[in-house]
């Protein structure tokens, strides 16, 4: 895993309020979110990803480099098959367009420092997960791209909260249910 860790900007913020997992606006966001998956280099391969518009998905860039055919789920056994649209590997962002995809559009927002978000996806390639987490500061920071190449400059959402393999690609939420950072 290419992003096992960022050095990013130091959170310095409250810990996370757990009660904004159970907040209404952010269990509405849960339709909008999906697993993303596929096979690259032998391997399977997972992630998060939200909907940015009807039938396209915004996930991380490095959840489908090298995957050809990547496939959409909510976790209900019904999967979308998917292509990628767009690929940014510097700023770890990609656009997966799914015809047909159902579900609401989640909408964007400024990231405020100090406030509580919410961590929406996948983890472990399990079930559906709402993680607590609450919003750092805004900073470019050195990081690796898609392909593990060290890439100065790009913007980074420093947050507390826990992730884990899967969640990549996922949205943070504010308690409005917009989406504060990828």
């Given at each position: 895993d290419t992003f096992s860790s960022i050095v990013g900007p130091a959170t310095g913020v409250a810990r996370p309020d757990p009660a904004i997992a159970h907040d209404p606006d952010v269990a509405a966001a849960r339709d909008s979110v999906l697993r993303v998956r596929g096979f690259a280099c032998g391997l399977g391969i997972e992630g998060s990803g939200w909907i940015v518009r009807p039938g396209f998905v915004v996930t991380n860039a490095h959840v489908v480099a090298g995957?050809?055919?990547p496939v959409l789920d909510r976790?209900?056994?019904?999967?979308t098959k998917a292509t990628v649209?767009?690929?940014d590997a510097g700023n770890d962002v990609a656009i997966l367009k799914a015809p047909g995809l159902e579900g609401r559009a989640l909408p964007l927002a400024d990231p405020e420092r100090g406030e509580p978000a919410a961590i929406l996806g996948y983890p472990l390639d399990g079930p559906y997960v709402v993680t607590a987490g609450r919003l750092g500061t805004t900073a470019r920071v050195a990081a690796r791209d898609a392909y593990g190449r060290v890439?100065?400059?790009r913007s980074v959402v420093g947050f507390r909260g826990e992730v884990?393999?899967?969640?990549?690609g996922g949205g943070a939420v504010d308690r409005d249910g917009n989406v504060v950072t990828t």
């Open positions: 995957i050809h055919a976790g209900d056994g019904e999967e649209v767009a690929f890439d100065v400059g884990q393999r899967g969640n990549a």
